[in-house]
């Protein structure tokens, strides 16, 4: 810039110094006096409105000679709310009315507003840039020097201008080559420039929030502990975590085929003949299903979860769900099925823990065909060997092109409706047994026991049809020759979003059972090429294995929440991917504001539970209290009440997980814990013979009308009936025609 504009700066400076003198002179004067307004006659309003004024037209000389001049607004409105917003401002306020400094915490929650490109709140750009001192100065500053960074002034440029209201377009075209040059060629390096460490030493700068900058640089120094702590920890392989089972040379047999293909079965029949061994499934109805197998085959074994435990005298077979399987016990052969899952964001880490700590001489591993790189890998680099065994489906899959879009056109013996979520279920359900149609069904929300006896009803032809969730898409057997999709889009606890390939490939799997029909149909009421193209694509190789946060660093120095956030910041090794652990970092923060007990909290937070429920929540709550005070004795108070005619379904249901939570609980940290542990089994088999009787009586609620209740098709767009809508439109035109 000229000399004259630098000139221009100067006495601009020395014009706000002035004001700012004369305005606090004002201030003190009417202080001591104890009066009200200023008075506009004062001497000392006179001189402060005379220098606010020769400040006014010193900035809109200075910004017509920069050429902002051009732009098309009122510069003296723009100016005079630069000018009003400045001096009532000394420095920016990150809570409102309150004068004290800002706590580290207020710090971190604008430090959480960053976007992936850098992108600061006004507040945090002006507490950054202003550092505490009027703001004019800076950027009468930042619009007249020719040597500042470019990136951070076009920032302020873009946020305080675009609220005074300047052509912002025109200004950056003024310093860059155009607009979109500097959306694109600009916004990483933004991004780059206000890391987290930058900001909190800027923040520091700004005298108002110095405090609460170093209290959060001081945690952040913390953190940055607990995560060298972590690295420190850290054995130099994954398979290291697992000492016992890298003091044995284990052979693994890959089963590797589709679903329908006898993976299982033979995994299954090699077990019947080991001396000890386990079975490990991804779910408990999956674990109670293959526990009836074994011992219905003349091979004793016991049923091991989370929530549940039955021991068979003399068994030494353990059928159990994936979690719980012990590190420390050593079996001569072990079964891991549906290894596929090894690549799911919150449960894979259990497939890839099984696979690198289970102490077993012999491992069966049935997985489908995209999991074969992952898992051979894992398995390479325990240093453990492997052979495969490769299955093809034993009764041919084809798609059916002719399927009505008035699914119950389609209802009949062999026929499974899937959808995906229970209220979808139960209005599926519900309209098919208005037509006649006898129905079982099968989701997550019920207990597994019912969801055992619902595919009894159907194998022995109580009922005609089966209404289910992606729950039949793991293992179960089921005698159907159709699978019809209703939906293709399910809740992923996040968001709805479409199923994946692998996701149809799995459930479109269970039809055609061998022996029963000569061929499996599979079929679709929308996005018909969608599911065809999945049913019959290959399914691009898993490359990475989920690792979840392993319990042998919780000895670190560091809360449990710090230690799994470091935990994700470390880059996993090759081959690996880290598990989601946000929901448990989030119950671990709430749980470490009441207590400091590193390992009462990760006992906490690892017993499983659906913490959007309200009620669980509340209970899984109390009992924390209640141990967090020795309070132990009153844990059998919060078991639930025995079910009741009038009970209705969904409460039941909730019952039962309640029920599970308690189990899990007892059986955690209660020693002599057999007679509690069966009295809630009682009350367990209760809610169940309840939900059992409720279902019997196929009576299930459809969806219904918002306005009169009235029962509506699932196939109905609208959450209203035609009576109601046209009622109300009516009303809606006679209002509008008067």
């Not at 972590?230 to 052979?251: C, G, I, N, V």
């Not at 692998?502 to 599979?522: L, N």
């Amino acid at each position: 810039m000229s000399e004259i504009v630098q000139e221009q700066i100067k006495e601009i400076e020395k014009l706000l110094k002035d004001y700012l003198r004369i305005k606090n002179e004002a201030k003190n004067a009417r202080r001591a006096e104890i009066e009200g307004p200023e008075d506009d006659s004062s001497p000392e309003a006179k001189e402060k409105k005379r220098c606010r004024a020769q400040l006014k037209r010193a900035c809109a000389q200075l910004l017509t000679d920069c050429g902002l001049a051009e732009a098309p607004v009122r510069y003296s409105g723009v100016l005079d709310e630069i000018v009003r917003e400045t001096f009532r401002e000394y420095f920016v306020r990150f809570t409102p009315g309150k004068t004290g400094t800002v706590k580290a915490s207020g710090i971190r929650s604008y430090m959480e507003r960053i976007t992936e490109k850098g992108v600061l709140s006004d507040r945090m750009i002006r507490a950054i840039l202003f550092n505490g001192n009027p703001a004019d100065n800076y950027l009468l500053h930042l619009i007249a020097r020719e040597d500042q960074d470019i990136d951070r002034s076009l920032r302020l440029l873009r946020r305080v201008h675009d609220k005074a209201g300047l052509n912002t377009k025109a200004l950056i075209k003024e310093h860059t080559a155009g607009y979109q040059d500097f959306m694109e060629d600009h916004a990483f390096q933004i991004g780059r420039s206000f890391t987290e460490k930058t900001i909190a030493n800027l923040l520091a700068k700004n005298p108002q929030l110095k405090r609460g900058a170093e209290q959060y640089q001081r945690e952040e120094r913390s953190r940055n502990k607990v995560k060298s702590g972590l690295l420190d920890a850290m054995p130099e392989t994954y398979p290291d975590l697992f000492p016992l089972a890298r003091q044995k040379k284990r052979h693994f047999i890959l089963h590797i085929g589709p679903t329908n293909s006898g993976k299982s079965y033979d995994a299954l029949n090699a077990l019947k003949e080991a001396e000890s061994g386990i079975y490990l499934a991804p779910l408990r109805l999956l674990a109670y299903e293959k526990f009836e197998e074994l011992n219905e085959a003349g091979c004793p074994c016991s049923l091991k979860t989370g929530e549940e435990e039955i021991g068979i005298p003399f068994s030494w077979v353990q059928s159990s769900t994936i979690e719980v399987l012990n590190f420390e016990t050593e079996y001569d052969l072990a079964v891991i099925d549906e290894a596929q899952m090894i690549t799911d964001s919150q449960r894979g880490s259990a497939w890839t823990f099984a696979l690198l700590g289970v102490r077993a001489d012999l491992v069966h591993v049935c997985l489908a065909p995209e999991a074969e790189t992952v898992v051979k890998n894992v398995i390479a680099a325990c240093g453990d060997t492997y052979e495969v065994v490769r299955h093809e489906r034993l009764v041919p899959l084809a798609f059916d092109d002719r399927i009505s879009s008035d699914f119950t056109k389609e209802a009949r013996r062999g026929t499974a409706f899937i959808v995906f979520s229970r209220k979808d279920v139960h209005a599926v359900a519900g309209e098919l047994q208005r037509k006649g149609f006898r129905c079982s069904v099968i989701y997550g929300a019920l207990p597994y026991d019912v969801r055992r006896n619902e595919v009894k009803r159907y194998v022995n032809g109580e009922t005609d049809i089966v209404v289910a969730t992606d729950a039949i898409g793991m293992g179960l057997n089921l005698p159907i020759e159709r699978v019809i999709f209703l939906t293709t889009e399910k809740f992923d606890g996040t968001q709805q979003r479409p199923l994946t390939p692998t996701e149809i490939k799995q459930i479109a799997g269970r039809a055609g059972r061998y022996g029963m029909f000569p061929k499996g149909y599979a079929g679709s009421i929308e996005e018909r090429k969608m599911v065809r193209r999945a049913i019959f694509s290959d399914i691009p190789q898993i490359r990475e294995a989920r690792i979840g946060f392993p319990y042998s660093l919780t000895g670190i120095e560091g809360t449990i929440s710090q230690l799994m956030s470091k935990w994700g910041e470390i880059e996993p090794k090759s081959g690996f991917e880290h598990a989601d652990l946000s929901v448990e970092i989030a119950l671990a923060e709430e749980l470490e504001r009441e207590t400091s007990d590193k390992d009462l909290v990760y006992k906490f937070v690892m017993i499983p539970f659906d913490e959007k429920n309200e009620v669980l929540k509340e209970l899984w709550l109390d009992l924390f209290r209640d141990e967090k005070s020795s309070r132990t004795g009153r844990y059998m108070d919060y078991l639930p009440i025995a079910p009741s005619e009038d009970t209705p379904l969904d409460a039941l249901e909730v019952r039962f997980k309640a029920c599970d939570m308690l189990y899990h609980y007892i059986e955690t940290f209660t020693a002599a814990h057999t007679e509690d542990l069966r009295t809630v089994l009682i009350r367990k088999n209760e809610i169940s013979a309840r939900i059992m009787e409720l279902l019997s009586r196929q009576r299930l609620s459809m969806k219904k009308c918002r306005i009169c209740g009235k029962e509506l098709p699932f196939r109905h767009k609208f959450g209203v009936c035609e009576e109601c809508f046209a009622r109300a439109n009516g009303k809606y035109d006679r209002r509008r025609k008067r």
